[in-house]
């Protein structure tokens, strides 16, 4: 079975400063993945995803991801981040076939002014 | 989230009662499916179905029923709430079945369910 490991549960920073998100991900076959970001009292919102192709995928405001075979991660990064960045960030992951995403269990940013 | 509904937004059950959560899409989306969102655990699927009178379950089904008679509803229904049931709810739907279409899934913004 297929599974997403987000290593950080809560990741600190500064206002201005960059910030990685640790993923992980376990599976024998071909896989899709995805990082959502959650706001307060939100649903989940699309930052981006990969596909196939380059390894290196851009997402909205400002967020980037990439995709290593070699080592199962998809991390994401942020150069600069704002205070509006504070939220809670989930990868998933899914097969070929259907919809069926299996998350990380999220990592919780909180960026400090 | 725009496209897909959940209510209600905040529900307060007891234990042993009965409820259903609507979600309705008006995206003409094939794709829907339940999760439930539990601190550290991320997001777990709890039904989904890949069209109008196909359901099928997910990583967590016990205790919840679906239904999809039409395109647009997928109703959650909890026939006797558990305490452990205690979540928030996300009904979900993409276009077509299959990720390798490069579907996105839309979420719907949650429904804050408490057992007592």
């Known amino acids: 079975a297929q599974s997403v490991t987000q290593l950080d549960s809560q990741v600190p920073v500064f206002e201005e400063a960059p910030v990685e998100l640790r993923c992980n991900y376990s599976?024998?076959?071909?896989?899709?993945l995805f990082w959502y970001v959650q706001y307060p009292n939100q649903g989940l919102q699309l930052l981006l995803k990969?596909?196939?192709?380059?390894?290196l995928v851009k997402g909205i405001n400002g967020f980037e991801a990439e995709f290593n075979k070699s080592q199962t991660s998809f991390h994401l990064r942020k150069p600069s981040v704002h205070i509006s960045d504070t939220a809670e960030y989930f990868c998933a992951g899914a097969k070929a076939a259907g919809n069926k995403l299996t998350f990380g269990g999220g990592t919780r940013v909180l960026v400090k002014p | 989230n725009a496209g897909v509904t959940q209510t209600p937004k905040f529900q307060v059950l007891k234990t042993g009662q009965s409820m259903t959560l609507q979600c309705a899409q008006d995206?003409?989306?094939?794709?829907m499916s339940w999760y439930r969102q539990d601190p550290g655990m991320g997001l777990r699927l709890i039904h989904y179905s890949v069209g109008a009178g196909i359901t099928d379950q997910g990583e967590v089904p016990n205790g919840y029923n679906v239904s999809r008679s039409t395109t647009e509803d997928f109703p959650l229904r909890l026939l006797s709430a558990a305490p452990s049931q205690t979540s928030v709810y996300f009904c979900?739907?993409?276009?077509?079945?299959?990720?390798?279409?490069?579907?996105?899934?839309?979420f719907g913004e949650g429904s804050w369910l408490t057992v007592v």
């Open positions: 599976s024998s076959v071909s896989v899709y």
């Open positions: 995206m003409n989306h094939e794709y």
């Open positions: 979900a739907s993409s276009l077509r079945a299959g990720s390798s279409s490069g579907n996105t899934i839309y």
């Open positions: 990969y596909l196939s192709g380059s390894t």
